[in-house]
Structures are given as C-alpha cells and as structure tokens.
C-alpha cells in the first residue's frame, strides 16, 4: 500500500492517501489514524472512498492512481475531505466560504498528485 500525505495548511489536519486494491490494509490503516475499530462498510464505493471521523485526519482510499480519471475522481474524494475540516471547524459552504474550499482543494491536490 503506497501512503501519501497533505498537510491542510489552513487548519492542523493532515489528509491522507492509501492506495491500494486491497480493502483490508486501507481500513486497518484508517483505524489506527482514527483510533476507532470499525469496518467502514456504509462509506466504500468501487474504486475510491473517504472516511472520516468529526475532528480526526481523513483518509482517502484509492483502489489505483494513474491515468486522468483516477486523479478526476481523487478531486472529488478530495472535496469530501474538506468539507469534513471545514465542518469540524464551523465554516460551512458559502459564496463567503468558497475561495477557502477552493484554495484547500488546490492545495491538498497538488500535494497529492
């Protein structure tokens, strides 16, 4: 499994990237960042996920990273993971709020690309 992470910047999360076919490896490594025993079933979509717990680092599972469409679908796994932060720290999407999505998303994706 190839870990990768991205500092927030903004807010002192840290986003992190677990790719891997492997189910398994990706939800014991979510536990243990999260300091939790679940199994992540209500989250898991066919090819990439995002778990998150309120207040914790989210984790991003991608089953490959490497052509377009999976750095297309990392975007939006990305969006998920901010506004989890976002949330956790009270700012809710708004035409007051979006250049800080905007910016996060950039930000975490350039890290993660």
């Given at each position: ?112 690309s």
């Amino acid at each position: 499994m190839k870990i990768k992470k991205a500092k927030v910047g903004l807010f002192p999360f840290i986003v992190y990237l677990c790719i891997t076919p492997d189910r398994n490896k990706v939800i014991k490594f979510a536990n243990k960042i999260h300091g939790t025993n679940r199994d992540y079933e209500e989250v898991w979509g066919m090819q990439a996920s995002t778990f998150m717990v309120s207040g914790k680092n989210p984790v991003i599972w991608m089953s490959s990273l490497k052509c377009k469409s999976d750095y297309a679908l990392l975007a939006h796994e990305v969006f998920h993971a901010v506004y989890n932060i976002t949330l956790t720290v009270g700012i809710n999407l708004s035409p007051d709020s979006e250049e800080v999505f905007a910016y996060m998303i950039e930000n975490i994706m350039y890290q993660l690309s």
